[in-house]
C-alpha cells in the first residue's frame, strides 16, 4: 500500500512526465493492467458495467486508443493514494520545513513563513523575506534583499501573480493545483460529450486560481468572492493568464445570498466548487461560519446542479475537518454520486516529507 510519504512508483511517474518507460516497467505493465481490473470489480461499491463506467467515477478521462495502455496503470496507482499530491509545480516548491516554518520557493525568491503543522524540526535555511508573527495577532515582513512589490509565477500555461500581504499570505494556495489539475481533467472529458461549454461557480473564489484553471479547461465560469480586492486580483490573474476575454463573471457577493438568488434565477451548472474559510464575512457582515454553514450551502448549491452534471468540490484549509467529513458532506447532499475525500499535500523537498495543507471531498456523478 502506498502512505503519503512514498513517492509515486517510477513507473506511473514516468509516464505523468510522459518520458520512456524502461525494459523493467514494460515487465511490470501487464500484471499492473489486469489487476486494477480485479481489484475494482472487488472494491467499487457497485459492480463496474464496462470501462466507461469504471473511468466515469475516476478523475482520469475516459483514455482512448494508445492512451489507454499506460492510463490504467496510472488509475491502479491513484486509487492507492492516500492524499491529493500536488506535484506538478516548477515555479514554486517548498525547500524545507520545521520549527513551525516552511521555507518556500517562489519563481526566484525565498520566503519563511509560518505554518503550525511543521511541528518537526528544521535544519539551516537562508530566505529572501520573513513573515514574524507578532503577540498582539497578525504580524509583518522583514525583508534581506530587495524584492518586487509583485511577481509572476507559471503553472500548466496559467500565469499568478503572487505578492507577499500584511496577513503572511501571497494570493496564492499551491497546494490547490492538484485540484485544477482534477477539474481541467473533468471538464475537458465533458467537452467531449457536448457541443456547449460547461458552466462552473467558484464560490469563496479568492483570487481566482480555480477560476482561471477551469477557464482555461474551457468552462464559463462565475467567480463569487465577498472581498473587492480579491475579485480584482482575480482579475488580474485571468488577464496574466491570457483570460481577459474569457466568459467569467466576477461578483462580489455573499456566497450564500447568491446561491438562492441563483435558484430564483434558475441558473444551473455542471461544475461547483467552493474553498470556504473557517469564519468570514459577506461584504453586507453576513457570518460564515464552516462548522454551521457547510452543509446548508453545499445542500443549496446542489440544488443548482445541472442535469448533466461533471464534479462538485470541497476545500478545507480548517484543520478541524478531516476529509472524511467532507466526503459525509457530500455523500448526504448528494445521494447520487460518488464521493471521496483526502488530505491536500505538497512534497517537502529536503527528506521526502509532504506537508499537509487541508482537505479536499470530490464528488463526481
Ligand atoms: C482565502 S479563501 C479561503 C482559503 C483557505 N480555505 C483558508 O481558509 O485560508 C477565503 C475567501 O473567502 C472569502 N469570503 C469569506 N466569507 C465570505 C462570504 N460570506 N461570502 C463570500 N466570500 C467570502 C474571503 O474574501 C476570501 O477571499
Not at 28 to 55: G, Q
Not at 57 to 85: A, F, H, N, Q
Not at 220 to 246: E, Y
Request: proline share 7%; net charge positive; charged share 25%.
Amino acid at each position: 500500500m502506498l502512505s503519503a510519504h512514498d513517492p509515486i512508483p517510477g513507473n506511473a511517474k514516468r509516464r505523468l512526465n510522459h518520458q520512456p518507460l524502461n525494459q523493467k516497467d514494460r515487465a511490470l505493465l501487464l500484471p499492473m493492467t489486469v489487476l486494477p481490473f480485479l481489484k475494482l470489480y472487488i472494491i467499487l461499491p457497485s459492480r463496474p458495467r464496462s470501462v466507461k463506467h469504471i473511468f466515469s467515477r475516476s478523475r482520469i478521462p475516459i483514455p482512448t486508443g494508445k492512451k489507454l495502455w499506460y492510463t490504467i496503470p496510472i488509475y491502479w496507482v491513484k486509487r492507492r493514494e492516500t492524499m491529493y499530491l500536488a506535484d506538478g509545480w516548477q515555479d514554486f516548491e517548498i525547500l524545507d520545513a520545521g520549527n513551525g516554518d516552511k521555507l518556500e520557493r517562489w519563481g526566484s525568491f525565498v520566503l519563511l513563513r509560518p505554518d503550525p503543522q511543521a511541528v518537526w524540526p528544521m535544519g539551516d535555511h537562508r530566505a529572501d523575506a520573513v513573515y514574524y508573527r507578532s503577540q498582539s495577532g497578525g504580524g509583518h515582513w522583514e525583508f534581506q534583499k530587495e524584492l518586487p512589490e509583485s511577481w509572476t509565477i507559471r503553472y500548466r500555461g496559467l500565469t499568478f501573480i503572487v505578492r507577499p500581504t500584511g496577513f503572511k499570505h501571497t494570493g496564492l494556495f499551491p497546494e490547490q493545483a492538484v485540484n485544477w489539475d482534477f477539474m481541467a481533467d473533468r471538464l475537458q472529458a465533458w467537452r467531449k460529450g457536448h457541443s456547449e461549454s460547461p458552466r462552473v461557480l467558484n464560490l469563496f473564489a479568492y483570487t481566482g486560481g480555480a477560476t482561471c484553471a477551469c477557464a482555461k479547461a474551457g468552462a464559463q465560469v462565475v467567480h463569487v468572492d465577498a472581498a473587492k480586492g480579491m475579485v480584482a486580483w482575480a482579475k488580474d490573474n485571468a488577464a496574466a493568464s491570457g483570460l481577459a476575454d474569457a466568459p467569467i463573471r466576477y461578483m462580489v457577493d455573499d456566497c450564500l445570498k447568491f446561491v438562492r438568488r441563483e435558484q430564483r434565477r434558475g441558473n444551473r451548472y455542471e461544475g461547483i466548487l467552493m474553498d470556504p474559510p473557517s469564519y468570514g464575512r459577506g461584504p453586507g457582515g453576513e457570518m460564515w461560519k464552516i462548522e454551521t454553514g457547510l452543509y446548508e450551502l453545499v445542500s443549496e448549491c446542489a440544488k443548482l446542479l445541472s442535469e448533466d452534471p461533471c464534479f462538485f468540490l470541497i476545500n478545507s484549509y480548517t484543520t478541524g475537518l478531516a476529509p472524511s467529513v467532507l466526503k459525509n458532506v457530500l455523500t448526504v447532499a448528494l445521494p447520487k454520486g460518488h464521493a471521496e475525500a483526502q488530505e491536500v499535500g505538497l512534497p517537502i523537498r529536503r527528506g521526502n516529507l509532504v506537508l499537509p495543507c487541508g482537505a479536499t471531498g470530490r464528488w463526481v456523478p
